[in-house]
């Protein structure tokens, strides 16, 4: 096992996060123990964020940060968070109750987990849940996806934190082509943010965007 | 770090009370409209399939009646050719093969579980109606309580379709036709499910475009009325509807 960034390991070309519940799977990855630390398998084409480490980008995330994170879906990729972070905490917002059943089930078993059931274009309504915060990642397939990132980054990211994207074009726009949607929601990313990193997540996930951000 | 603890835990709390609030009605009409749809296709399957069956014993009859209601209603005593009120001289005269006793009591149950089946699609109706008009009643009064539970259905929630616009109404339902037309190809749909209005379906083709976009406008401020208000807007919204509809019928 190679850790490649802070809490990251790869071996064999797969990425892998420490279990910080050891035992337990989340959503039925496989658990590898090396020299009695127990390693927790992270998919590429399951979680964009996989997707875009192995693509490269370096996430810049450390063990003692504080994330907040937009789109949580079932906390499967949260817990992988929760893993890295082990000094910090993930705030996990998910706006369907359906999936955020999931996210409150996984976060329930992990301590630095805290699940938030709210809409994440009204940051106002969970302000009170959500301290600063060292990075923001966001992956809500919605399009005003950028407004929303804007909104919370603004209100929750501390002045030299990190803000981490992915963008679907199919959820902009379903008719224009990919490069225009990409380079229109930079250009709105861009009044607010530094591009520092970006890469296309091909070949895990299709017409997606991922990009590492700073604060202008 | 410990006001990190503090702020998950108060997270997770208040996250699972959210989870555990009360079920809104309109959560509990989409997922019963569904059924009900599923519940509708099943049954008309099954019941062509029951006839087919019958037909080997009873053929003139089951060529005599069309409607699938009224086959229900006449068998409702019994499938027993010489049984059937009415049709006394037809089982007479019949040429539908001889069936064992023991081969009719199974087309009897088979039939009794059709008759269980109807008889819960009908009390799934009226609780969409009673749940609509309860907690929908402008929209429902406009398009009648069941097509305007299948739009909720669509948008997701009585709260998404009030904040849809017209034009998107206008067209849920009919989402692989409009993509594929943005896409280049084809035509733009006029109409998704709200073509199942009758003011929709019973015009000639080249006007049902324009009833719809009518009708969808008029659904998207009902359901607006009942989202944000409680005005009652619906019988309003119907006359003018209605007038539209009229307006339409008699151009040429």
């Known amino acids: 096992m190679d850790e490649i960034q802070p809490g990251i390991f790869s071996q064999n070309d797969n990425l892998y996060t420490v279990n910080q519940v050891p035992g337990e799977k989340v959503y039925g990855e496989s658990l590898q123990e090396i020299d009695g630390v127990e390693y927790r398998a992270w998919h590429a084409n399951r979680s964009k964020v996989a997707a875009a480490v192995k693509n490269g980008i370096d996430l810049a995330v450390s063990q003692e940060d504080d994330v907040l994170y937009l789109g949580a879906a079932s906390g499967t990729t949260v817990s992988h968070f929760s893993d890295i972070l082990t000094e910090g905490f993930v705030f996990a917002v998910e706006y369907s109750e359906t999936v955020g059943r999931d996210l409150v089930k996984v976060a329930d078993k992990r301590e630095n987990i805290a699940p938030i059931i709210a809409d994440a274009r009204k940051p106002e309504n969970y302000s009170d849940l959500v301290p600063e915060v060292d990075v923001v990642f966001q992956d809500i397939s919605q399009r005003d996806q950028p407004e929303i990132f804007i909104k919370n980054a603004k209100k929750f990211l501390k002045e030299d934190g990190i803000g981490l994207i992915a963008i679907k074009a199919q959820s902009i726009s379903s008719s224009r082509e990919p490069e225009k949607v990409f380079e229109e929601a930079k250009e709105k990313l861009d009044e607010e943010f530094e591009i520092v990193e970006e890469t296309r997540l091909e070949p895990y996930e299709k017409d997606h965007l991922f990009l590492k951000m700073k604060l202008k | ?252």
Do not use: C
């Open chain 2, 1 to 252: 770090m410990t006001d990190k603890t503090d702020k998950r835990k108060e997270a997770l709390e208040r996250a699972k009370s959210r989870l555990r609030e009360e079920a809104s009605r309109d959560q509990l009409v989409i997922k019963a409209v569904k059924m009900l749809d599923e519940a509708s296709g099943n049954f008309q399957d099954e019941f062509e399939r029951f006839k087919d069956w019958y037909s080997i014993y009873f053929p003139e009859l089951m060529e005599e009646l069309s409607e699938d209601e009224h086959v229900m209603k006449i068998l409702d005593k019994g499938l027993k050719r010489e049984e059937v009120k009415g049709f006394e001289s037809m089982a007479e005269e019949s040429t539908g093969k001889a069936l064992k006793e023991e081969d009719l009591e199974m087309l009897q149950r088979s039939f009794g579980m059709l008759q269980k089946k109807h008889q819960a699609k009908g009390e799934l109706e009226e609780y969409i109606e009673s749940s609509m008009k309860e907690d929908a009643s402008n929209i429902s009064t406009l398009l009648g309580p069941l097509l305007a539970a299948r739009l909720m259905a669509l948008a997701g929630s009585l709260e998404e379709l009030a904040k849809k616009p017209a034009s998107t109404v206008q067209m849920l339902g009919a989402e692989k036709a409009l993509f594929r037309y943005l896409r280049g190809n084809g035509t733009p749909p006029k109409h998704g499910i709200i073509f199942e209005h009758e003011y929709v379906n019973t015009l000639p083709e080249d006007k049902r475009g324009k009833m719809a976009r009518f009708l969808a406008n008029k659904a998207v401020m009902a359901a607006r009325v009942d989202q944000y208000s409680d005005k009652n807007k619906g019988e309003e919204y119907r006359e003018k509807a209605r007038e539209k509809y009229e307006e339409l019928k008699e151009e040429d």
